[in-house]
């Protein structure tokens, strides 16, 4: 072999070794979650050293979503499975988990990795509930990543697991995360001074979502518009909640943008409150591209709707 015969012979060895994504420490970890704040944070830690994506739209009720062929093609290439767990996916994920016969992602293994055992977890029932009386948080709150210390702590999660799978990238992704919460830190100063002049102001919601929120921002939650998590709401039970808010002169009701409005607007016309629609996640409406501007826009909304009502 001539020498340019032997550079071009190595150049187009090289050109294949990229392509193929074999050497080096391959190419991109593939990240799936199943909601969009998961994904939202996974790419803080993970940067351009993963692909992320989620299963579910921050627009959709994470209990009840509908699976789809492509989920499963998503899980089928997945290194990494990351999920909110207490029960939240129960009713789609896990057969497409099964189905997708990845054995790294399945429950137990290295590529599976369930976010709820790092974070603070509210409302952990003192006696057992089941899924058949409808309550579809039975062992505890699973809205959890509504507190920014939570988040951090799924942060943490990402970048002590990303580090196991790519030992290489240890530093990066220990970087990355030191700066998420660096500026996270920064973020919730802004937040705090947002919501101070509104702390102890007493709302209903319409699902049990926000009690990591409300502690962390000084919400008081007097009740709910669904008389158990899951289950619709009943007319003994929404002239229970008009009631309540009459005597407590509560002004403002807070739905999930995935419910019917109908029972709120009621409650609302009977009380003199008005309805306001808060964002549980990622993704919720377009602008909120991630989890930094997730709580922008709730605390937003929180504070114009409280600053109107006095
Ligand atoms: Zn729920």
């Not at 704040?37 to 994506?53: K, N, Q």
């Not at 709401?233 to 019917?260: C, G, Q």
């Amino acid at each position: 072999m001539t020498i340019q015969r032997t550079v071009k012979f190595l150049i187009a060895m090289a050109t294949l070794i990229a392509v193929s994504g074999v050497g080096k420490a391959a190419g991109k970890l593939n990240v799936i979650t199943s909601t969009e704040d998961l994904a939202s944070i996974a790419s803080e830690i993970g940067g351009d050293r993963i692909t992320v994506e989620a299963i579910a739209k921050g627009y959709q009720d994470p209990h009840f979503v509908e699976p789809k062929p492509s989920f499963l093609l998503k899980l089928q290439k997945a290194d990494l499975l990351a999920v909110v767990g207490l029960q939240l996916e129960i009713g789609w994920l896990p057969p497409l988990i099964t189905q997708s016969r990845n054995s790294k992602i399945q429950e137990g293994n290295a590529g599976y990795l369930d976010m709820s055992q790092f974070c603070e977890i509210l409302e952990i029932p003192t006696v057992q509930v089941t899924r058949a009386m409808g309550d579809v948080h039975p062992l505890g709150n699973p809205h959890y990543w509504l507190n920014p210390e939570n988040g951090r702590r799924i942060a943490k999660a990402f970048e002590t697991k990303l580090g196991e799978i790519r030992p290489a990238d240890k530093a990066y992704f220990a970087e990355r995360d030191a700066d998420f919460a660096k500026r996270l830190t920064e973020a919730e100063k802004r937040w705090e001074a947002q919501m101070a002049p509104y702390h102890g102001r007493k709302v209903v919601t319409y699902h049990r979502s926000w009690p990591n929120f409300a502690e962390r921002f000084g919400l008081v939650v007097v009740d709910y518009v669904e008389p158990k998590p899951g289950i619709p709401p009943s007319p003994a039970h929404t002239l229970d909640v008009i009631n309540t808010m009459k005597r407590d002169s509560i002004k403002l009701i807070l739905v999930e943008p995935y419910f019917d409005l109908r029972t709120p607007n009621s409650i609302a016309q009977a009380t003199g409150g008005t309805v306001a629609v808060l964002m549980p996640s990622v993704g919720g409406v377009k602008e909120i591209t991630d989890y930094f501007k997730l709580f922008d826009y709730d605390i937003n909304l929180l504070s114009t709707a409280f600053a109107k009502s006095k």
